[in-house]
Every structure is written in C-alpha cells, then in structure tokens.
C-alpha cells in the first residue's frame, strides 16, 4: 500500500474534514495511517511562526506526531493559489522537499492521507498544477465533491481533467449531504457520465470545524458512510 491523494471539485467542500475521516477510519482498521498536506496557503500563525490548521487537523484524526516539515513542507500565508503566494512572498513551492517529504512517510506508514490545496487544477507553481503534483507522487485520487446544485459539472470536469492527467482516481465521496431532489440524484448521474463509483455520502455536521479543532464525529461518519472497503482494495 501506500498515498491515496484526497482532491476536491473546488475550495472549501470539506477535503481536510473528509480526509481526516478517512485517514482516522483506516486506522481503526488497524493500518499505520500517516497524514500529509504538501502545501498550505493561508497559512495560520502561531508563536510568531506559520502553522497548517489543515495539517494539526488531519495529525489530530488519528493522534500522530510525525515531524511537521514532513506533514506539511511548504506554508504560505497569504490566502491566494499556492503560485500566487509564493510570488507575493518571495518564496518558491520546493517539489522535491515535497516529494522527499512524502517518501519519508511512506517509509514510515503503511497508508499515507495527502490532501492537496483548492481543486484539481490550482496551479502550486508556474503552470504546475495540483494534478502535476498527483502524478509527480504516482497515487491515486479520491474526490470530494459538494452534495449539492451544481456538483455534477463540477465533478464531471474534474474526473475529466483527472484522466487526461492520467490520474487514477479511486472514486467520489459526496460531502455536506443534507437532502433534495438534487442532491439525491447528483450521485447516480455523475456515475452515469464517468464511470467513476461514488465511493460515499457523508451527512452535513455542524459540530465539526477545521479552524476550530474540533474533530467531532468525523471518523464515525466516515466508516458509516464511506466504502472503506472499496478504498483498501484498491489501493
């Protein structure tokens, strides 16, 4: 075994949430599970220095203390695409401290839980784009995508930018369920157009908050929900 890439259709559908859900559920499989978000812009400060809420939050699911240039090798404060900000601040995203990161968790774990920034296509450097970095690390992808209005053209160029990447993607998992004609068909017709298995449908839950540090009951509704399953074969 080794990375599955969590990725989403667009920023702020839940993929740090999702993605420490799953890396928590797997570890309750009884798998070493470690965690890794390569880069993170809006980068929080703590103590005079930057620190991923992303990264504490995914370390926090499955209560490990890996080293944080390992978790999280690139921060960035300002809260614009990773190419941006690094301009702005005159830094540069560093691919091989990322990929040197990544194979130092892998050496360490059997499964690693990477969560990329923004969508898919968010460019981390230049025109090196999110999708770049799947393929850079050679894992696979699962996408998290919004429950509602909208998410089937979302989803639907997402999946396809992710194979003509050559990106293989394990599946969606269909995040902030709350209920509607919408929202119950969208899974069935993204499936339909793609080809892709929804892999989930994960409830909305107001008690967990990111920023906040509240994993509330992530981890439960991801093993009831997702095809945890499904996942391991895969991979």
Do not use: W
């Not at 130092?104 to 059997?110: A, K, P, Q, T």
């Not at 690390?137 to 930018?161: M, Q």
């Not at 499936?191 to 994960?202: K, R, S, V, Y």
């Amino acid at each position: 075994m080794a990375g599955i890439f969590i990725t989403g259709t667009d920023t702020n559908v839940g993929k740090t949430a999702v993605a420490a859900g799953l890396a928590g559920a797997l570890k309750n499989k009884g798998y070493n599970v470690g965690v890794m978000k390569p880069v993170q812009s809006g980068a929080a400060v703590k103590d005079g220095e930057l620190y991923s809420q992303d990264a504490e939050f995914l370390a926090m699911a499955i209560d490990k203390k890996d080293e944080k240039e390992f978790i999280c090798p690139v921060l960035l404060k300002e809260v614009l695409a990773p190419s941006v900000a690094a301009e702005i601040e005159g830094k540069t995203v560093n691919l091989k401290l990322i990929k040197n990161a990544y194979l130092e968790l892998e050496r360490l774990h059997d499964i690693i839980i990477v969560e990329g920034v923004g969508g898919i296509a968010v460019p981390l450097k230049g025109k090196f784009l999110v999708s770049d970095l799947i393929t850079y690390l050679g894992i696979p992808a699962i996408i998290v995508a919004r429950a509602g209005l909208g998410t089937i053209n979302h989803t639907f160029l997402t999946i396809e930018h992710a194979k003509k990447s050559g990106i293989s993607v394990i599946g969606v998992i269909i995040n902030n369920y709350i209920g509607g004609v919408a929202e119950e068909t969208n899974p069935k017709i993204i499936n339909e157009l793609t080809g892709i298995p929804t892999l989930g449908i994960i409830p909305h839950n107001h008690i967990i908050d990111v920023e906040g540090g509240r994993l509330g009951n992530i981890v439960s509704l991801v093993e009831k929900n997702v095809d945890i399953e499904q996942i391991i074969h895969v991979i």
